[in-house]
Nanobody, 126 residues
Framework: QVQLVESGGGLVQAGGSLRLSCAAS????????MGWFRQAPGKEREFVAT????????VYADSVKGRFTISRDNAKNTVYLQMNSLKPEDTAVYYC???????????????????WGQGTQVTVSS
């Protein structure tokens, strides 16, 4: 069984930064792509960023491109999301997820992921 635990959320002013972490249990972390999604109140959960199993490939949503950076440390079974230049519209619960397939692909759709964390709240004040 895989468990994902996010941390690092909080309240920050617009223009500020936060770094989210997602710690994964299990010995096969390094063979799966990982992703970050977010869900604002009253909205669908949306893709934010994904990183391939090796870290060589990353994909970002247009709304965060140039401001957010996804990375991973396979030795620590952890994936990160560095968020800079935060905006009020970034306010949401952020979830990390593990892809369904042990492959080198990058995945941007919710159905591509089968394990999810409990989420961490990010609130950006104006």
């Amino acid at each position: 069984q895989v468990q994902l635990v996010e941390s690092g959320g909080g309240l920050v002013q617009a223009g500020g930064s936060l770094r989210l972490s997602c710690a994964a249990s299990g010995r096969t972390f390094s063979t799966y792509a990982m992703g970050w999604f977010r869900q604002a109140p009253g909205k669908e959960r949306e893709f934010v960023a994904t990183i391939s199993w090796s870290g060589a490939s990353t994909v970002y949503a247009d709304s965060v491109k140039g401001r957010f950076t996804i990375s991973r440390d396979n030795a620590k079974n952890t994936v990160y999301l560095q968020m800079n230049s935060l905006k009020p519209e970034d306010t949401a619960v952020y979830y990390c997820a593990r892809s369904r397939w042990a492959s080198s692909g990058s995945y941007v759709y919710r159905q591509d992921y089968d394990y999810w964390g409990q989420g961490t709240q990010v609130t950006v004040s104006s």
